[in-house]
């Protein structure tokens, strides 16, 4: 008995399988290597986000989630700039803020896009755009 039948819900396991094999793969040495690389990452973006007049953490990120804006700077028009210049902001509406979620691949696009942030928030508080943005979610 038995042959071809499934218990509900054990979709999930395909993912569960997939991490297990990851981490088999890497190892203990390997897999806190990857946590040391990342907590590294985090810390430069929010040491770089910090260096921009005004821009705060929205929290203290234990992890890769990081949340950020100016209380003086619509940050949802800080998102349509960023588009403009071809990446891709997540939002928060409340506080106004952006959102990153960062993996390894964010690494080496810190400098370029805290310099984004910068010149984005730099440009707002310039006076060059007066209507108010606000995010929205699909």
Known sequence: GGGGH?????????GVAGAWAVLRSLGRAGYRRIATDLLAIRDAYVE????????????DPPLMNLAFGCDDVDMAKVATLLAAR???PGQLRTPPSLHLMLSLHHGTARAAYVADVAACVAELRGGQ???RAEAHYA
């Open 86 to 88: 071809g990446w891709v």
């Open 6 to 14: 499934t218990v509900v819900g054990t979709r999930p396991g395909g």
């Open 129 to 131: 755009d007066t209507t």
């Open 48 to 59: 770089g986000m910090l260096t921009i007049e005004g821009m705060r953490m929205r929290g």
